[in-house]
């Protein structure tokens, strides 16, 4: 049975699929600790599957956020993110800040024969980002019900191999509701080099499906389904964090952004007070 002392060490890949710096695996940091992320993500696109009118060039996309999470007790996790962007549609800009709070009732690490965590989370979009298109939020708040469930299997003194996912349950002040969900399996050599492959889903209950690129307002009332596939590393270079490397593609797209491709670079911090 391994200290949590030891997961705190391994777990400094714990960083979320693109668009959202909050935290999504199954395995919690060491009490009292607080893992800092700042992401960015470079993405474009040449098609909103049925936008209306269709775009004439190249949609860019550039999204900077940072992230803060936080174990007051081994159960308890808190987290929050604030995201900025600047695209085809936007100038520079505040997009969304959002809080998340989840806890632990299992952990393979201390023995059980998987972990699972439940959490809620609430994000706030303003408005001007609710009209461009690249932005995934579906209105000014948006809430989520999510667990995630997860096991690892050892090699010598830390982990090897890692299969978990998530799924949610999210509704907006506005619209109709949506699910999501995310499949990740992750591999540790040396406990420096970590490579992952990840897929996430994404399917929004609105009556619409046509989206008005020039008059748009969130996807709260659009019957929108997405899948991403993506690739990641990351290196852990001892105390001073880890880097990582993402790259996603949509290879499944309906009411919106279609054949995206995204480009994630971030950098984890955990530290103490």
Not at 165 to 185: D, M
Request: hydrophobic share 40%; aromatic share 16%; glycine share 8%.
């Amino acid at each position: 049975m391994r200290s949590r002392s030891l997961l705190a060490r391994c777990l400094l890949l714990v960083a979320p699929i693109w668009g959202s710096a909050l935290e999504l695996q199954p395995w919690f940091g060491d009490c009292l600790e607080f893992h800092f992320l700042g992401s960015y993500v470079y993405s474009y696109f040449d098609r909103v599957q049925r936008g209306v009118p269709q775009l004439t060039s190249t949609f860019h996309s550039n999204l900077g956020y940072v992230g803060l999470d936080f174990s007051p007790t081994p159960e308890w996790s808190l987290d929050t993110d604030l995201q900025v962007a600047q695209t085809t549609q936007m100038e520079f800009n505040f997009r969304s800040v959002a809080l998340q709070a989840r806890y632990l009732w299992l952990d393979d690490i201390i023995g059980d024969p998987l972990s699972l965590a439940t959490g809620i989370n609430g994000r706030f979009t303003n408005t001007a980002s609710l009209h461009d298109v690249s932005c995934p939020s579906h209105a000014n708040f948006d809430f989520e019900l999510n667990f995630s469930l997860g096991k690892e299997w050892d090699l010598s003194d830390c982990w090897a191999w890692r299969l978990w996912g998530f799924g949610s349950v999210g509704h907006a002040n506005k619209g109709s509701p949506w699910v999501r969900a995310i499949v990740a399996v992750e591999t540790n050599y040396d406990d420096r080099h970590k490579f992952a492959f990840t897929a996430e889903g994404s399917n929004g209950y609105g009556r619409h499906i046509t989206v008005h690129t020039d008059h748009f307002n969130g996807y709260a009332k659009i019957r929108q389904k997405s899948i991403d596939l993506g690739i990641r590393y990351g290196y852990r270079a001892g105390v001073w964090g880890t880097l990582r490397f993402e790259y996603m593609r949509r290879v499944l797209s309906k009411s919106c952004p279609q054949n995206v491709n995204a480009f994630l670079f971030s950098y984890l911090l955990p530290f103490s007070l």
